[in-house]
């Protein structure tokens, strides 16, 4: 039990405060330590979560073929019978196109069920029959043929044989109801196959197709004639001189289409534009951070200055110890050069010329303003009609890829940046969470883990000065009030 002083009428609280001030400096610079470090990985969330960000959201998308496409594709003639899209090979060769016929599905379609049926007539009451009904889809010819079966009782609706049919993937069919026609109707996903055959009881017993086989219009592949060669693709959909055509009807009397290719660089355009505002608008992080004021003399405050304080002076005074933690940080100083060195020497050789960011109209400022990028759009768009295939290089790399273009290179180095952080703050690699466990075997985290074990084992060490001091003056109070006792009984004697 702890004496307060009666005895000797000293404040003993107040003696004992004042003599573990100075004891507790060492674990006050430790518990100053701690926060400096936990600031300095809240700081790395942060920029993981921005870098993380424009690596999988922008990069990613950025690198996609489609993204830096550089021709456009246009029908003159029979615009009603293809439609199509010009892909990152086009050869800007001219197509005449004639549709013979288009590719079509192996179709099955039942008569009519009679007046009164509907989605929700059961099986039952179309065949008196007990079942089960069988239904079967089978493909190929001999050896390489192979067979897909459903089931279905007498209490299944129409709709449940939809829902199960529609709901096999591997079955690859289509089926569906005909309101109006009072049919079922069953088709093949794929076309141009003529080795489709629907067969089972379903079909003979319950909707009354006699001969399933003779009932099935067996699909068939397209005929087109491109510039005079003859192509037969089983699907509507092929593609010649780098142009996705989509064959829509038969040209008949109407004539043949005709394709036009051209450098177009609208679509490219607009992602180097975005690739440039988004990078700008990263390093301009990264350059806050590494080159952020440091101000020595703020170190986080203690619990006892907290006291002593207003909310806003702790708040002004937190913001200030806070700023400059990752000032001139080797990983974001790294990071950020290895960035701009990409940019600066990335290049496309073409004959006797180099085709590089500075070429085609892309900049950087002045010297103050840290690598920032600047956009010619007028030079962009000639050089892409002059040189598109190694302006898409350039950016994409190459289309065998033999060589990477800028956004696969940023791509890469950043995941190196990444990793680096990984293992020096613990972040995640992939995820923008700022929220997200970090991981406590990194060099902070260790760092962190030793300083906690440090504070520990000093805050019970403390905590045993603290009674020591405490026993002490209790037996100072104990004698104190032994003697004042004695000397009352010995004036009781001299009275």
Known sequence: ???????????????????????????????????????????????????????????DKYKKTSEMNVYSAEVSGNKDAISVKATTSANQVSMKVEVGSLATQSTLETASLGEGTTMYTKLGSLNSGAGPFEFSVSRGDGSSSYTQSFKFSKDDTIKDVLTKINGDYSAGLSATFDEAGKKFVVKSKEYGNDTVKFAGSLLTDVFGTTDPEKATQDGQPALVTINGTKYTPSSNQLTVNGVQITLLQETKDAGPATITTKPDGKKALE?????????????????????????????PLTSEQKKEMTEDDIKNWESRAKSGLLRNDEILVEGLSNMRTLL??????????????????????????????YL????????????PEQVMELFIGSSDGASKGIFDKMYDNLNVTLSRMADKAGTAKYSTDITISLNEQSTLGKELTDLNDRI????????????NYYTQFTAMETAINKLNSQSASLSSFTG
């Open 1 to 59: 039990m702890r004496v307060s002083g009666l005895s000797s009428g000293m404040d003993i609280d107040t003696l004992v405060t004042q003599l573990m001030t100075a004891k507790r400096a060492p674990l006050d610079k430790l518990n100053q330590n701690k926060q400096i470090l936990e600031w300095r990985r809240d700081s790395y969330r942060t920029i993981n979560s921005a870098l993380v960000d424009f690596r999988q959201n922008k990069l």
């Open 344 to 373: 600066s020497s990335s290049s496309v050789k073409f004959g006797d010329k180099t085709i590089g960011l500075a070429s085609i109209g892309i900049t950087t400022g002045t010297y103050t303003e840290n690598g920032k990028l």
């Open 271 to 299: 992602t180097v534009k975005a690739f440039i505002s988004d990078y700008n608008a990263l390093i301009s992080t990264l350059n806050s951070k590494v080159s952020e004021q440091k101000y020595r003399s703020y170190a």
């Open 456 to 467: 520990s084992t000093l805050t019970k060490r403390l905590t045993q000065i603290e009674n």
């Open 376 to 387: 010619d759009e007028d030079k962009l768009m000639n050089a892409i009609e002059e040189n």
